[in-house]
């Protein structure tokens, strides 16, 4: 494994390995670029075949959080963390308290949370032995559960999108397919449903489609057949790579807007869409309230401020459908250009002046 030529394929600032075997602990921190703030990112538990299977996959989220949080307008960069291990067997205090050690040992260069098989709690045992950690529950005064802000983010992101291809944002008779009514599926649904929008669901979960059908008067949809529907908006909310070479033909909704994590299987999906005129919401540019959400929490946790700087969600997505409509580019590269342009134009400030806040802060 050549760790530095991995890490120089995308310019990460610095891989830290953490190795505690008296404890279990066998982590890495990744941190991708620190130009707009300190890095931020979760802490993922896996069971990685190989150690190299873990550096790849830690240096790949590290840079989507570089983008995500650019994107969004926040004063932070993108970093991440794997603790190599079985979720179900392998968690303990002391693991938690060990790697908060590490995070602490940066100084704040790097800002853990929960990310898949991480949880609150473990979150808490990380925040003994470090302040560098968001995401913490509410009883703790922290900003708990994302999910509604990250839902709302992403109704404001179809208005954006209802406006720029239909030119009125208005959901009224409008049809939206969820693909999935899980956290951020469920309060996305009761967005729709209040400002009109008739609702098409699917999830393999059976209660929560009762769920949704129950309070939202949703329709049930099975499966796969929920890519074909004769809708306005189809929002994947579920799992990642649903639009690949076998679902991008078969969508009849002129808009693709929805909260997952990773919609593209690959980025040239992306110009698949843009040549089906989809209008296409790039996943972490619409999804980005829960990040906002955590962020806040860094500043003291004000609930009513993260809904509003999730709203700006809207305009970031109105710059990006107009880059991509004016140089003719899929929405995933247009949204690139314009969170590599943002860390561009601080580096540029970074250099004129020779001061720079010590902490400047978060969102707009
Ligand atoms: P969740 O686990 O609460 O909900 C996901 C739902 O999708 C579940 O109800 C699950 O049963 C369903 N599902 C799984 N596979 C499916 C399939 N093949 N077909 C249909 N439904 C399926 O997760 P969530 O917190 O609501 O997050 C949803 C997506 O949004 C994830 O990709 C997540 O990474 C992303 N995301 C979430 C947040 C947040 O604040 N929670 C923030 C940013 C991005």
Redesign the pocket.
Known sequence: MDVFSMMGRRNHEEVVFCNQPDIGLKAIIAIHDTTLGPSLGGCRFYDYATDEEALTDVLRLARGMTYKASIAGLNLGGGKAVIIGNPETDKHEFLFRAFGRYVDGLGGRYITAED?NTTVKDMEWVRNETRHVTGISKALGGSG???P???FGVFVGMKAALSTKFGSDDFNGRKVAI????????NLCRYLNGAGAQLFV????AE?VTRAEKEFGAKQVD?EA?YELDVDIFA?????A?LNDDTIPRIKAPIVA?????QLAKSRHGADLLKRDILYAP?YAI?????I?VANELEGYNRERAFKQAEGIHETLMAIFKLSRDEDIPANEASDRLAEDRIRRMAQLKTSFASTPSRPRQGR
């Open positions: 898949m559960d994302p999910s802000v990250t839902a693909q999935g009514v899980g956290h951020v599926g469920y699917t999830d393999v979960n929560a499966g929920i994947p909310c579920a799992m990642g649903s929805g909260a997952a994590n990773n996943d999804n980005a309230g829960g990040l959400n």
